[in-house]
């Protein structure tokens, strides 16, 4: 694969006062024509999540056409698995509805923070403002996944609805503070609610040094299942990788294959990171976070034929 970097798109600096930092796990949702809504998670200056988003034309994607006045999901209410944050994962439409799949966090005392899965609603002719269906998460801490659990891609297929997501496999002691290890799981649902985990390893840690996998994205072409993802280790920052499966459930990972590279200066110079890839009039996208789990904003690429 050949990615040809657009640029990057977006980067939180105060616009509003939910969106002081960090422009990250940016998911894309289709308006009309070549207008898109990119939904991403900023920070306020208590360091809280919110779930905002802008619209750009994607002939033209540097030009911002608009900028979320308020957000579309807050952090949820005090003792709740997202008190102190939402950030989006995955969109998807349905019989007139957006279903957002998101990540609930809170803050934690013998590790910095804990995350669960998320579910929120909304019309998807209304305006992007997502109510939760639950006060608690759909996927959490339970014996299929212990430490924690985040990052859903959801892709519905006939009757089964197929997760693919993040699940912690525990922490280290780091020099400043506890650092988790994380790879990819698997589960499988009848309704896209009630979720079935069953501890299904679908991306494990391949290289020496590798401790946390994140962030997956799934396309299907033809009888081939292609998946994104973004992975680094104590010492390197986050870097795009891919892997392929016949059935969605076995995968071999072919990350020489991917081809975005960190650029040599920049923006994306340390982190290459959540990467969604998505169509559009024939075209292969990708949206991706840069240096500091997106704290220097997200960007675009386009694949190359």
């Given at each position: 694969?050949r990615?040809?970097?657009?640029?990057?798109?977006?980067?939180s600096?105060?616009?509003?006062?939910?969106m002081?930092s960090?422009?990250?796990?940016?998911?894309p949702?289709?308006?009309r024509?070549?207008?898109?809504?990119?939904?991403?998670?900023?920070r306020?200056?208590?360091?809280?999540?919110y779930?905002?988003?802008?619209?750009?034309?994607?002939?033209k994607?540097?030009?911002?056409?608009?900028?979320?006045?308020k957000?579309?999901l807050?952090?949820?209410a005090?003792?709740?698995?997202?008190?102190?944050?939402?950030?989006?994962?995955?969109?998807?439409?349905r019989?007139?509805?957006r279903i957002?799949?998101?990540?609930?966090?809170?803050?934690?005392?013998?590790v910095?923070?804990s995350?669960?899965i998320?579910?929120?609603?909304c019309?998807?002719?209304?305006?992007p403002?997502?109510?939760?269906?639950?006060?608690g998460?759909?996927?959490?801490?339970?014996?299929?996944?212990?430490?924690?659990?985040?990052?859903p891609?959801v892709?519905?297929?006939?009757?089964?609805?197929?997760?693919?997501?993040?699940?912690?496999?525990?922490?280290?002691?780091?020099p400043?503070?506890?650092?988790?290890?994380?790879?990819l799981?698997?589960?499988?649902?009848?309704?896209?609610?009630?979720?079935?985990?069953?501890?299904?390893?679908?991306?494990?840690h391949?290289?020496?040094?590798e401790?946390?996998?994140?962030?997956?994205?799934?396309?299907?072409?033809?009888?081939?299942?292609?998946m994104w993802f973004?992975?680094?280790?104590?010492?390197?920052?986050?870097?795009?990788?891919?892997?392929?499966?016949?059935?969605?459930?076995t995968?071999?990972?072919?990350?020489?294959?991917?081809?975005?590279?960190?650029?040599?200066?920049?923006w994306?110079?340390e982190?290459?990171?959540?990467?969604?890839?998505?169509?559009?009039?024939?075209?292969?996208?990708?949206?991706?976070?840069?240096?500091?789990?997106g704290?220097?904003?997200?960007?675009?690429a386009v694949?190359?034929?």
């Amino acid at each position: 694969m050949r990615w040809t970097k657009l640029g990057r798109i977006f980067n939180s600096n105060g616009q509003q006062s939910w969106m002081v930092s960090h422009a990250s796990v940016p998911t894309p949702e289709h308006i009309r024509d070549d207008l898109f809504r990119i939904y991403f998670s900023s920070r306020d200056v208590r360091n809280r999540s919110y779930i905002g988003y802008i619209v750009i034309n994607l002939s033209k994607p540097q030009d911002i056409l608009e900028i979320s006045e308020k957000p579309a999901l807050e952090p949820g209410a005090l003792g709740a698995f997202d008190d102190s944050g939402a950030m989006c994962s995955w969109l998807l439409r349905r019989n007139g509805e957006r279903i957002l799949y998101y990540i609930g966090w809170t803050l934690g005392i013998t590790v910095p923070w804990s995350t669960a899965i998320g579910i929120a609603y909304c019309s998807s002719t209304g305006p992007p403002v997502f109510e939760r269906r639950f006060n608690g998460p759909i996927i959490g801490r339970s014996i299929c996944d212990p430490f924690f659990a985040a990052g859903p891609f959801v892709l519905e297929e006939g009757a089964i609805w197929r997760m693919w997501y993040l699940s912690g496999i525990g922490w280290a002691q780091g020099p400043k503070a506890p650092v988790p290890r994380y790879n990819l799981r698997y589960a499988e649902s009848q309704d896209g609610v009630g979720w079935q985990t069953t501890g299904r390893v679908c991306i494990d840690h391949k290289y020496p040094g590798e401790v946390a996998i994140a962030r997956p994205c799934v396309i299907k072409d033809k009888d081939i299942y292609r998946m994104w993802f973004c992975y680094r280790g104590d010492d390197f920052g986050y870097k795009i990788g891919y892997a392929e499966s016949f059935d969605g459930v076995t995968w071999e990972r072919m990350d020489h294959q991917e081809g975005l590279e960190h650029s040599e200066s920049g923006w994306d110079s340390e982190m290459t990171a959540y990467p969604c890839v998505f169509d559009h009039k024939g075209e292969r996208y990708m949206l991706y976070c840069g240096n500091d789990y997106g704290a220097t904003g997200f960007g675009l690429a386009v694949l190359q034929q």
